[in-house]
């Protein structure tokens, strides 16, 4: 009896472990096609790839491989780095662009350049050719995609009822637009009776208030140039002083919302819907119609109104900064065909397999109308996993593209037409950049300058630091905490660039 | 003498005895009324969070404050519902934390127990290993790759095996297996049990208490995990219920852009009814269990 008991027990083990890790294998498809693995961060907020996608099924014929995605989850770039750190290399891997990580597998020849594949990449080659900064001596390891590069979605925006209400037009200089936030905060908007709102919140950290510093003459979004043309950071400009003297005084007349710095997107809107604040500074675009039916089921009669950013007494404006940060998609040593990696890579970033996976199978997902328009036909975008009302398929986004970059809005999108108005509106206020990429030296210490910039630039605004005492110590200690180095990579960047 | 002790001995217990009433009282005035505060401050999260999700989307838009909601409304709670990835993460959950939770409980209870004993060679040795690892941990990067060597990448099982053994709690159920007389085990051992009747028989039944607790640590500590599932779960459909969660109130510029079912597109109100829905089987349970906790601890640290 003991023994049975005993014989038993360790039966029973040994056939948990047996199964549990007969269970952990990962079958092998066996379509003869090449196993292409793809490592990425993707779209996190796409629905799961099914088994039988038709849409990948197709990817696959044109392009002759067994697609097998490993998407992490959201914000799990840890996840990425500790893959290649521990020499599980998938074909392909998409990295941060301008990180501290992807810059470690170029110096560490884990990626392969592409140089020799160009030939037969015809639309990474031509990506490549725009963005011929990304080459390390003169070898390319990647396809850079760079986010908000081109288009913006950031814009100062407003309501129409407390326009109204107050009597104001909508602002287009600093003058105009303090004397709006003034009759914001003065002249009862909400019609409650009693002082209880702002002129503008924002969502913490700063960057939101940029505005001030170009409309008073900062030129580029990452760094100025200084009279003999040399680059300097935005506070040793004197336009950032001017600026700074601007929005001290807002705050000094209760202007700005006193706890912006504790807003996150939620809470920033929610200020806004509620009426406690006139501004605030959103993502537009396809946000559009959420932002104003929100605010409409509060007010019914406001309208969301969004605008230029306002001009500086010497006629300089903007407002968001040209991105340069993104995702670095790269084939790895771990591949055992690059070149049939690089193709298909090629195919996934031409236009062909853009339609593919925003619009579908042609007589399948969608139809075109007599007058050039789409008809998507749900039942079937459904079934191979496509988003609702005629959003795009799981790998459509997070992988070498994001709808912004592609101006990319479904037909049947509410208010489509004022949400690429409102792109169009905020990318003319886009500001470009003195260097285009991130220099070695900033992703070191950029963390710590960024700090000191951020506590410099509160203290000036709420008036703990005069500004001409702020500015002199944020020069001194961002200087010497890494600034310097920084400005050696740029002023040595900005010298090559010209 | 002694009646004059008597007499002066009567007026000094009675006023310490009133003076101790008083500041007593006060105490347990300023007591009660302290840990209420605390006890409200660690509630309102979870009470905001309830009604957040019982509110309808435009109440919610008006209010700042979400102490009570006028009217209810359960539309975030259909809404999830219908969220096919909320049953399979739910699912992948339930399953992780009852096998997991059984697998830990079984594997700790072996190994306490031999290392419980004085008989067994090299115990101090292998004891001496386990903690080392408690306290010099080897990093991610060795634990990623043995994950992946061992073919669970991607599988529930990752979630399960590699932290099976907690070695926490493996310190206290040795501690308690240290507390049970050894003249138990030889008495049924002269009646000609063996080891492993005398683990069954007599041993577990003794430990419910360690067990109980050891098993809701593992339970909880399975139920709240993500990051692993991060670390070595790359296909959705086998998300648990934390990422699921995760991935619902993760505010990105991927999530602002994306072009299918984006959270940021989400009101708050379904937000937090996902929320209560991953909270409320664990809270529920909880309850139950709570004083094992204390007590568990307790046997295994004085036994130590």
Known sequence: ?????????????????????????????????????????????????GDEDRVLATIEDITGVNLQMQIVAEGGWDRVNVAIASGDLPDIVTGQLASAATNQWMRDGILVPLNDYLPQLPHIAERLEEESWTAVDGKFYGYPFVNQKSTTNAALTTRSDWLENVGKDVPTTLEEFRAVLRAFVNDDPNRSGRADTYGITTQGPIGAFNWAFYAYGVQYGDWALDDAGNPIPHHEHPGFRQGMVFLRSLWDEGLIDAEFMLNDRNLMEEKWYQGRSGYMTPALFRHVSRLESNLQAISPEAGLVYHSAPIGPEGHSGHAVTGKGGMFTAITIGSRDPQKAAEFLDFFVSPEGFDLLTLGIEGIHFERTADGGINYIEEERVRDNFAANGWAHPLAWGHVRWPLSENYLPMTEPARDRAIDSVEVATADQVPNLIPYVTQAEIEYGGVVDEIYEELFLEMLIGRKGVDEGIAELSRRWRNQGGDRIMEDVIQAYRELQ | MADRNELSAVPTFRQSRLSRSRSDSIFDVVNYAFLTVIGLVTLYPFWEVLIISLSPYDLYLARTFHLITERVDLSSYRFIMGMPGLWSSYRVTLFVTALGTALSVSLTTLTGYVLSKDYIRGRRVIMFLIVFTMLFSGGLIPLYIVVRQTGLMNTVWALMVPQAILTFNLIIMRNFFFSIPDSLEESARMDGAGDVTVLVRIVLPLSMPVISTIALFYAVQLWNDFFNAVMYISDRRKWPLQLFLRAMLFDSEASLQSGSDDPSLLGQPIKMATVMAAMIPIMLVYPFFQRYFVRGIMIGAVKG
């Open chain 1, 1 to 49: 009896m003991r023994r049975t008991v005993r014989f038993g027990i360790v039966a029973l083990l040994f056939a948990g472990t047996v199964l549990a890790l007969g269970a952990a294998g990962q079958p092998e498809a066996a379509t003869g096609s090449y196993p292409l693995t793809w490592l990425t961060v993707g779209d996190t907020a796409a629905r799961a790839l």
